[in-house]
């Protein structure tokens, strides 16, 4: 949704129900078997269109109560097997008895899409996501829908990168927790510490600095009182210190008062 990327609480529910398998299954949120996957690139489509059921016809040495019984057939698109939806139309996806993948029979909910991983799992993200991340532990590429990047290259996440909501819209977006910088939600493009430890790391520094140039600055103003009457440019050297102690002090209170995102998961 990763872009991989942009998730909503929605696209944390599996597209299909919590079922066991022996197979990987191709939904969000369900534990899967454990494979090593080489770190190559893949190419993925930007988007899955959904497939129209179709209703089975009448063949000879058939009856029409046969065909009724039957139902509409689907074509799965992972592994082309043809299978039965009765009873499931009004799902958005469905799973292939043969390979246990999913194949989306109707369109995606307003302001989604489908995109196939190239591991097959298919992903449902916003239709304006960029980037999104695969949530199988045996896959978890970070899969770019557009932007400098090739459409479609599916490449491994950064060594750190995680799944963060955000403090201000309670959006999730992607962030690697390995630098040392504050994030930026790439929603409501505001500013917020990933963690609580990195801003209050970042106070102390700034309020232990703030303090050394205010006694810097007394230590001056007290050595330099008489002899700055004589030599104005002192009075410089003054305005100078105590604008720094200032600064220092103010960038001690914006990250005192920093919001704190929360780390959901890693990558």
């Given at each position: 949704?990763?872009?991989?990327?942009?998730?909503?609480?929605?696209?944390?529910?599996?597209?299909?129900?919590?079922?066991?398998?022996?197979?990987?299954?191709?939904?969000?949120?369900?534990?899967?078997?454990?494979?090593?996957?080489?770190?190559e690139?893949?190419?993925?489509?930007?988007?899955?269109?959904?497939?129209?059921?179709?209703?089975?016809?009448a063949?000879?040495?058939?009856?029409?109560?046969?065909?009724?019984?039957?139902?509409?057939?689907?074509?799965?698109?992972?592994?082309?097997a043809?299978?039965?939806?009765?009873n499931?139309t009004?799902?958005?996806?469905?799973?292939?008895?043969?390979?246990?993948?999913a194949?989306?029979?109707?369109?995606?909910?307003?302001?989604?899409?489908?995109?196939?991983?190239?591991?097959?799992?298919?992903?449902?993200?916003?239709?304006?996501?960029?980037?999104?991340?695969?949530?199988?532990?045996?896959c978890?590429?970070?899969?770019?829908?557009?932007?400098?990047?090739?459409?479609?290259?599916?490449?491994?996440a950064?060594t750190?990168?995680?799944?963060?909501?955000?403090?201000?819209?309670q959006e999730m977006?992607?962030?690697?927790?390995?630098?040392?910088?504050?994030?930026?939600?790439?929603?409501?493009?505001?500013?917020?510490?990933?963690?609580?430890?990195?801003?209050?790391?970042?106070?102390?520094?700034?309020?232990?600095c703030?303090?050394?140039?205010?006694?810097?600055?007394?230590?001056?103003?007290i050595?330099?009182?008489?002899?700055?009457?004589?030599?104005?440019?002192?009075?410089?050297?003054?305005?100078?210190?105590?604008?720094?102690?200032l600064?220092?002090?103010?960038?001690?209170?914006?990250?005192?008062n920093?919001?704190?995102?929360?780390?959901?998961?890693?990558?």
């Amino acid at each position: 949704m990763d872009n991989v990327n942009e998730y909503e609480n929605s696209e944390q529910q599996p597209l299909l129900s919590n079922e066991r398998s022996t197979i990987t299954p191709n939904y969000e949120g369900i534990e899967t078997q454990v494979a090593s996957v080489t770190p190559e690139e893949y190419i993925s489509h930007e988007e899955e269109q959904h497939t129209v059921p179709q209703i089975q016809q009448a063949v000879s040495g058939e009856s029409s109560d046969t065909v009724r019984h039957a139902g509409p057939i689907v074509t799965c698109r992972v592994c082309s097997a043809t299978f039965v939806i009765e009873n499931k139309t009004s799902q958005h996806v469905v799973k292939c008895n043969q390979c246990n993948e999913a194949t989306p029979i109707r369109p995606a909910p307003p302001g989604k899409k489908y995109v196939r991983c190239p591991c097959n799992c298919l992903l449902l993200c916003k239709a304006s996501s960029n980037r999104i991340a695969c949530p199988r532990v045996n896959c978890k590429r970070v899969i770019t829908l557009g932007g400098s990047a090739p459409v479609g290259t599916a490449v491994r996440a950064p060594t750190g990168t995680c799944r963060v909501l955000c403090a201000h819209c309670q959006e999730m977006f992607m962030f690697n927790t390995l630098n040392l910088t504050v994030a930026k939600c790439p929603h409501c493009q505001k500013i917020s510490s990933v963690g609580r430890e990195y801003a209050r790391n970042r106070a102390i520094f700034f309020i232990i600095c703030s303090i050394l140039f205010s006694a810097g600055a007394i230590g001056l103003m007290i050595a330099t009182w008489h002899s700055a009457q004589s030599a104005p440019f002192i009075y410089v050297a003054w305005v100078f210190v105590i604008a720094t102690a200032l600064f220092l002090f103010f960038r001690f209170v914006y990250f005192i008062n920093l919001k704190t995102s929360t780390v959901i998961s890693p990558l």
